[in-house]
């Protein structure tokens, strides 16, 4: 079993990068970044509202002779993340604390990790992968606490590039907008991620039945189990049961059709018992799911209205619960802690971290608890706050296009 500060590949990632490693427990990762990524994080601390939809910053890392550095870093970040776990509140809406003060700086104010270690520990990324600037951020790993994360990553904005872009950027990145629904719509689909688990037959016919799925489906007679959609196959790819659709799926994408790939992303719409006018799902929990992707979506929209900042091909990224006993398990979670939540609230209670603690096992392997939904907003490399610009228009003209189309199939 890897120690706690040891370092894996992340496997989670719907688009991007390559290199992006996370720690043993699957709490954190650690992305390479630019510095602007880095000072975004640093100074959401003033913008408490933006920053509740933000995976939480853990600290930043550049590379140096002192490899072991990073060890420290990652066990001191522990007990924080624990913290924030048992905060978490169980709506699933943000994993930081649940007062307006309580967010996510406080915390890591408040935590064993001092700034001064967090700030410059030294790293060396695993595997030896060469990190152009040198730099990474740990931050919370927003798939974590999921069995089987099915994984969306849908990039904000019509204008996709920095005031800082050359020219030729600027005009690749206006050609690509002009011809996918970024253009449109202010978002496009960047990447997907879905647990396709093996069908029934499967599971009869063979143990090693994910394996076996893979293989028929890499043949190409698999039957889609999530929703039969009909993209170009060359766009999707299967690897130890996960589907993933490319950049260049979310490109193929048109104003008018953008929605099927959030009906995929859903679990897909049933076609037989289809009524007019109504969307019928085949996944038991896709209507729920869609229901609390526009409450966080809302509340990302309600922040973005009252914040003053630009952010240039940033990211929503959505995860939800995959498998579906696990996704029963998180819901049981949520009615148990609403629950207690409101017996504390009857006997006048207040909860505090240590009470908390006492009640989950001392345990450092100790799992995260099994989590329905989370969405975040990522990719902050070309963000910055603009006092006096007013709201990122470029930005919520996504948001908002995203919550009609999700409106859309659930009313
Ligand atoms: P880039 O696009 O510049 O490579 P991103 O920040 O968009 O970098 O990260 C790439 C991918 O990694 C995202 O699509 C997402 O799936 C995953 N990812 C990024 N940050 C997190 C996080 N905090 N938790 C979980 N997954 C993440
Ligand atoms: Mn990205």
């Known amino acids: 079993m890897p120690s706690g500060s040891e370092l894996v590949a992340f496997d989670h990632s719907a688009a991007g990068h390559e290199g992006i490693s996370s720690n043993a427990s699957g709490s954190l990762i650690i992305k390479p970044c630019t510095q602007a990524e880095i000072d975004f ?31 420290p870093l990652l066990e001191a970040a522990q007990p924080q993340v624990q913290f924030l776990q048992d905060h978490a509140s169980s709506a699933g ?38 990190i152009s600037t040198g730099l990474a951020i740990v931050l919370e790993n927003v798939a974590g ?17 920095d005031d800082d872009a050359p020219l030729a950027k600027r005009r690749r990145l206006d050609e690509v907008a002009e011809r996918t629904t970024s253009g449109n719509l202010g978002f496009r689909v960047a990447g997907m991620k879905m647990w396709c688990p093996p069908a029934l037959e499967d599971d009869e016919r063979s143990t090693n039945t994910a394996a076996a799925a893979d293989k028929k489906r890499t043949a190409g007679n698999g039957d889609v189990q999530n929703g039969g959609d009909e993209s170009d196959e060359a766009n999707v790819g299967w690897k130890n049961g996960y589907k993933s ?14 929605v099927d790939a959030l009906t995929t992303y859903l679990g897909g719409v049933g076609s037989d018992d289809h009524q007019p006018g109504k969307t019928v799902f085949k996944r038991k929990r896709a209507a729920l799911i869609a229901k ?13 209205e009252n914040e003053e900042s630009r952010m240039y091909s940033a990211s929503v990224l959505m995860v939800y619960e995959g498998d579906e006993e696990a996704m029963e398990v998180g819901l049981q979670n949520e009615e148990e802690e609403d629950k207690r939540e409101r017996e504390r609230q009857k006997n006048g209670e207040v909860e505090t971290a240590d009470e908390d603690e006492d009640d989950e096992e001392d345990d450092e392997d100790e799992e995260i608890p099994q989590k329905v939904l989370e969405v975040r907003l990522i990719d902050f490399a070309h963000a910055s706050w ?26």
């Open 386 to 411: 603009t006092p006096g610009q007013g709201p990122d228009e470029n930005a919520l003209m996504g948001v908002r296009s995203l919550l009609r189309l999700l409106k859309g199939l659930v009313e």
């Open 292 to 304: 609390r992707l526009i409450r966080e979506l809302e509340s990302i929209q309600y922040a973005l």
């Open 93 to 130: 809406t943000t994993a930081v604390g649940k007062g307006s003060e309580d967010t996510g700086n406080a915390v890591i104010a408040d935590s064993t990790v001092t700034p001064e270690l967090v700030k410059r520990a030294s790293w060396k990324p695993s595997g030896g992968k060469k």
């Open 41 to 71: 994080y640093e100074s959401a601390k003033d913008h408490p509202l933006f920053q509740a939809h933000m995976p939480t910053f853990i600290g930043s890392l550049c590379q140096n002779e002192d490899q072991d550095a990073v060890k």
């Open 145 to 161: 606490g999921f069995k089987r994360p099915n994984v969306l990553d849908v990039k904000l904005g019509a204008r996709l590039w």
């Open 245 to 258: 659709y490319n950049k260049l799926y979310g490109q193929s994408f048109s104003k008018d059709n953008v």
